[in-house]
């Protein structure tokens, strides 16, 4: 593979910070050294409270020790089931600094699923409670001898009296911070014997694509950490900004995002779901958002209830393939840049678009887009630094790796050459066999999103006994309103099948149109926010009343 080549990271003045840190060393080290440099810079806004960087590297020092009393070493797998965003992130700087490996899980999953997927990864500890509580907390260490409950005590850390009254968090919450006196040895690592390597497993995350099925995917060290710089420099992301997070920190977009933003110097703003109602409060902080395509409109229109003087969002790092072309244009309207990307959780980045003349390699990446010989669509495969190293325990999952290094999971594109834009059609395990025709299922779904009174749409194959499969349309009615009539909620604003054809017809081939339709008033979705195809697939197969038939 090639190597990457460093470079420094961009800010608003387009240089290096001073003191800027060795992209190789853990995250955890250098959000200690960003303590050591400026304790007083803001570090976390969440939910319920807020961190200067001093704040937030005691905790993590205190959490790294408590991690590695209960056996928290390099290898160790630590599983972290919490609500709050500013303690998930103390808890997965913490691990990192311990030299563990954290996983963050979804903790609105119930005990059965936890379960059920604590079975199928090698978890050494599960961290249920946060490290930083005041109080008496529980910590699960789950091995061969089964589950051992062990006390932490944490102490609250007292705000700096230097700030006088507490000052409000972007959500609301006051700002914690240590002061003067407790910040010496603060860039100390308090890991005996842990030599950080590039290839170390350092980061693990889950991965549902657009199935909702999660599989754990391992990343080393180098692959997460070697590519903010380069981020940095495409985004110009520096010490000064605010960085938005606007979903749950399980996702490994936002996950990536939170802690890409730490390490950087920057301050998260991190609410842990995604609240278009908190956006105008979020956007009066915020420089910059980081957050995948469908989200971009909705930030775009709270912006636009800011008040000019109090707008400060000039970048939007958006995680996906297939934004619309106006969609940037009305964000530069707004004064923002849009940076967007095309990746996978098992690839990470694969091509960037920075200033809308099309997707070109993420720097030291190397793409090939292999064709059938019939020729047609092809599956994307990249050779890379910034590539995954698997799944967790050997899990079945998408990707593919040949003999030569490069990976794949799927993904569809048109033909490409070396220097040309990457034109990418959508995943190829979603791709519909119907009487001899492959039908992308993105390709119909970007025309029925046209529709009036379509919020969202997922196209899916249904099992046909002669045609194999036939293209099924479900729709997503979210803002209809109640008639009133019939106690049906969606009814009245539902388009009618005659309207959806005739859209299809005008847009899209004969193979290429649906041959069943339903709607539902909300898609379930993942954790990032997209439609959970897999889950509306079962849904149908198994007759869920909610799917109404447009007949």
């Given at each position: 593979?090639?190597?990457?080549?460093?470079?420094?990271?961009?800010?608003?003045?387009?240089?290096?910070?001073?003191?800027?840190?060795?992209?190789?060393?853990?995250?955890?080290?250098?959000?200690?050294?960003?303590?050591?440099?400026?304790?007083?810079?803001p570090?976390?806004?969440?939910?319920?409270?807020?961190?200067?960087?001093?704040?937030?590297?005691?905790?993590?020092r205190?959490?790294?020790?408590?991690?590695?009393?209960?056996?928290?070493?390099?290898?160790t797998?630590?599983?972290?089931?919490?609500?709050?965003?500013?303690?998930?992130?103390?808890?997965?700087?913490?691990?990192?600094?311990?030299g563990?490996?954290?996983?963050?899980?979804?903790?609105?999953?119930?005990?059965?699923?936890?379960?059920?997927?604590?079975?199928?990864?090698?978890?050494?500890?599960?961290?249920?409670?946060?490290?930083?509580?005041?109080?008496?907390?529980?910590?699960?260490?789950?091995?061969g001898?089964?589950?051992?409950?062990?006390?932490?005590?944490?102490?609250?850390?007292?705000?700096?009296?230097r700030?006088?009254?507490?000052?409000?968090?972007?959500?609301?919450?006051?700002?914690?911070?240590v002061?003067?006196?407790?910040?010496?040895?603060?860039?100390?690592?308090?890991?005996?014997?842990?030599?950080?390597?590039?290839?170390?497993?350092?980061?693990?995350?889950?991965?549902?694509?657009?199935?909702?099925?999660?599989?754990?995917?391992?990343?080393?060290?180098?692959?997460?950490?070697?590519?903010?710089?380069?981020?940095?420099?495409?985004?110009?992301?520096?010490?000064?900004?605010?960085?938005?997070?606007?979903?749950?920190?399980?996702?490994?977009?936002?996950?990536?995002?939170?802690?890409?933003?730490?390490?950087?110097?920057?301050?998260?703003?991190?609410?842990?779901?995604?609240?278009?109602?908190?956006?105008?409060?979020?956007?009066?902080l915020?420089?910059?958002?980081?957050?995948?395509?469908?989200?971009?409109?909705?930030?775009?229109?709270?912006?636009?209830?800011?008040?000019?003087?109090?707008?400060?969002?000039?970048?939007?790092?958006?995680?996906?393939?297939?934004?619309?072309?106006?969609?940037?244009?009305?964000?530069?309207?707004?004064?923002?840049?849009?940076?967007?990307?095309?990746?996978?959780?098992?690839?990470?980045?694969?091509?960037?678009?920075?200033?809308?003349?099309?997707?070109?390699?993420?720097?030291?990446?190397?793409?090939?887009?292999?064709?059938?010989?019939?020729?047609?669509?092809?599956?994307?495969?990249?050779?890379?630094?910034?590539?995954?190293?698997?799944?967790?325990?050997?899990?079945?999952?998408?990707?593919?790796?040949d003999?030569?290094?490069?990976?794949?999971?799927?993904?569809?594109?048109?033909?490409?050459?070396?220097?040309?834009?990457?034109?990418?059609?959508?995943?190829?395990?979603?791709?519909?066999?119907?009487?001899?025709?492959?039908v992308?299922?993105?390709?119909?779904?970007?025309?029925?999103?046209?529709?009036?009174?379509?919020?969202?749409?997922?196209?899916?194959?249904s099992?046909?006994?002669?045609?194999?499969?036939?293209?099924?349309?479900?729709?997503?009615?979210?803002?209809?309103?109640?008639?009133?009539?019939?106690?049906?909620?969606?009814d009245?604003?539902?388009?009618?099948?005659?309207?959806?054809?005739?859209?299809?017809?005008?847009?899209?081939?004969?193979?290429?149109?649906?041959?069943?339709?339903?709607?539902?008033?909300?898609?379930?979705?993942?954790?990032?926010?997209?439609?959970?195809?897999?889950?509306?697939?079962?849904?149908?197969?198994?007759?869920?009343?909610?799917?109404?038939?447009?007949?």
């Amino acid at each position: 593979m090639p190597t990457p080549t460093r470079s420094p990271p961009y800010g608003r003045s387009g240089c290096a910070p001073p003191g800027s840190v060795d992209p190789i060393m853990p995250v955890a080290a250098q959000v200690l050294h960003h303590a050591h440099a400026q304790p007083d810079r803001p570090a976390l806004y969440g939910p319920h409270s807020a961190l200067d960087y001093a704040g937030l590297a005691r905790r993590v020092r205190d959490g790294a020790r408590r991690l590695a009393a209960l056996g928290a070493k390099p290898g160790t797998l630590v599983a972290i089931s919490l609500p709050d965003p500013v303690e998930q992130l103390v808890a997965v700087l913490a691990a990192d600094l311990a030299g563990a490996t954290p996983l963050l899980c979804d903790h609105g999953w119930t005990p059965d699923r936890r379960e059920q997927i604590m079975r199928a990864v090698p978890v050494g500890l599960h961290l249920a409670e946060p490290l930083s509580m005041p109080t008496e907390a529980s910590m699960a260490a789950v091995g061969g001898g089964g589950v051992a409950r062990r006390e932490q005590v944490a102490p609250a850390v007292p705000a700096d009296p230097r700030l006088g009254e507490p000052s409000s968090s972007a959500c609301g919450q006051p700002m914690v911070a240590v002061g003067p006196r407790e910040n010496a040895d603060v860039a100390h690592v308090p890991s005996d014997g842990f030599a950080p390597r590039p290839d170390d497993r350092a980061w693990a995350n889950f991965s549902s694509g657009s199935t909702g099925r999660p599989r754990a995917v391992i990343r080393t060290r180098a692959s997460w950490t070697d590519s903010f710089p380069h981020l940095n420099k495409l985004a110009e992301i520096g010490p000064g900004d605010v960085m938005l997070v606007p979903g749950p920190l399980v996702s490994s977009l936002y996950g990536f995002a939170a802690v890409h933003a730490l390490s950087t110097g920057a301050a998260a703003l991190v609410p842990g779901r995604w609240s278009p109602e908190a956006l105008p409060r979020h956007l009066r902080l915020a420089t910059a958002v980081h957050l995948v395509p469908h989200h971009l409109p909705v930030v775009l229109e709270a912006l636009a209830e800011v008040p000019e003087p109090s707008r400060t969002l000039r970048t939007a790092i958006v995680g996906g393939a297939g934004l619309p072309a106006d969609v940037r244009a009305a964000a530069e309207r707004h004064g923002v840049r849009v940076v967007a990307y095309y990746g996978a959780t098992e690839l990470s980045f694969v091509a960037v678009d920075a200033d809308g003349s099309g997707l070109r390699p993420f720097p030291d990446v190397e793409i090939e887009v292999r064709t059938p010989p019939r020729g047609g669509l092809g599956e994307v495969w990249v050779r890379s630094p910034w590539v995954s190293a698997g799944y967790v325990a050997g899990a079945r999952g998408p990707l593919r790796v040949d003999a030569h290094g490069w990976m794949t999971v799927g993904d569809l594109a048109e033909p490409y050459r070396p220097g040309e834009s990457l034109r990418v059609r959508g995943r190829g395990d979603g791709a519909i066999q119907t009487g001899g025709a492959t039908v992308v299922p993105e390709d119909v779904e970007a025309v029925l999103k046209q529709a009036p009174g379509v919020s969202d749409v997922v196209v899916i194959g249904s099992p046909h006994p002669r045609l194999g499969a036939v293209v099924t349309a479900v729709i997503e009615i979210g803002n209809a309103t109640d008639t009133g009539d019939t106690g049906d909620t969606g009814d009245a604003a539902a388009p009618s099948r005659a309207a959806l054809e005739a859209i299809a017809r005008g847009g899209l081939d004969p193979a290429q149109r649906p041959r069943r339709w339903y709607a539902l008033p909300a898609l379930p979705r993942t954790p990032t926010g997209k439609p959970a195809r897999g889950l509306i697939a079962s849904r149908l197969a198994d007759g869920d009343p909610e799917l109404r038939r447009l007949v």
